[in-house]
């Protein structure tokens, strides 16, 4: 996770979130959706990007609203799926 931008701002601008589905959700500085990234391998670390996308407007820009956002994404495309 970048520390630079953290010193200068004191808040941290890149998030990561991987809740053990295979797949980690990547929320950049100045990104204004979540990338998904599905896990390949871990040894080494390998992750491939699937192309979806999760809308973070109206998200704060906190650890925890990007989990509650990933959440709702992940029960929405299973109930569409």
Known sequence: MP???AA???MIDWFRYSPGDHHVYAWGP???EIRVLRITG???WVTV???DRIDTTGVAR???SMRAAVV???A???AAG
Request: proline share 4%.
């Open 72 to 74: 709702l994404w992940k």
């Open 8 to 10: 200068q701002t004191g």
């Open 76 to 78: 929405r495309k299973g």
């Open 3 to 5: 520390r630079a931008a």
């Open 42 to 44: 871990t040894d080494p």
């Open 62 to 64: 906190t650890a925890e």
């Open 30 to 32: 100045g990104d204004d």
């Open 49 to 51: 990007d699937t192309g």
